[in-house]
């Protein structure tokens, strides 16, 4: 069964796009997934089949028109497929919804342009608004390939041995440790010898502590939460081997 993607969107041709290339292009060519980019513009008014309007209230820019996003959304065939709009307004995006879109039918994307969509068809038709990060995108199409990305390499089939996911960062609520390989010495900088020593309990434990230390300097929202999940309530576990001058 194909996993499936709607985008609704000014600008078709930005489809697939880079999702043309590498394992999920391999994979849309498979048939693993597909997706289908279609014009609102289709629903626009008139002869000149107009989008957006000013902005009620007034304010800078323009916004999308309920009745003209409404008519491309019920145009499409959900089929169960969740419609995601993805706006600096959503909820932060997380690997856990990825894991849940990517085991559903597909997607529905809604690719907002100029201030964004009028809230009422956002209220009407029941769109999860979903963020993929703090700042501003000028179009909703990146986040949208954003998205299914991270969907598609997910997709049984699609990555092959690698795409376990089970050890990636934020599989476990901790960020992933680092990551070396050949040569062992470059430029003066050595791999960690714990790596080369072969013992796998000792690097499990060694990597286990660089997670941690990364996650603890870098993403402390996401270090509260481990401590909360594990029931921690101080600093928790600080790496002597780890050097936090490395962490930038
Ligand atoms: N005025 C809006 C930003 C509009 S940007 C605000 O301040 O919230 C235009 C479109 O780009 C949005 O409708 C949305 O679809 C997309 N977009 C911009 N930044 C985004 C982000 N961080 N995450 C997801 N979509 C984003």
Redesign the pocket.
Known sequence: MTWRATALTLFPDMFPGPLGQSLAGRALEQGLWSVEARNLRDHGIGRHRVVDDTPFGGGA?MVMRPDVVSAAIRDVGRAGRPLV??????RPLRQDDVRRYAAGPGLVLL???????DERVLEAEQVEQ???????????EM?ALVLLDSCVRLIPGVMGSEASGTEESFSDGLLEYPHYTKPASWEGRDVPDILLSGHHAAIAGWRQTESETATRMRRPDLWAAHLARTGQDTGGPVSLAADPERLH
Request: proline fraction near 8%.
């Open positions: 820019g709009y993805p706006t600096p307004r959503g690719c907002g342009r100029y201030e964004g969509i979903v963020s993929i990060g703090d700042y501003i995108l000028s179009g909703g986040a």
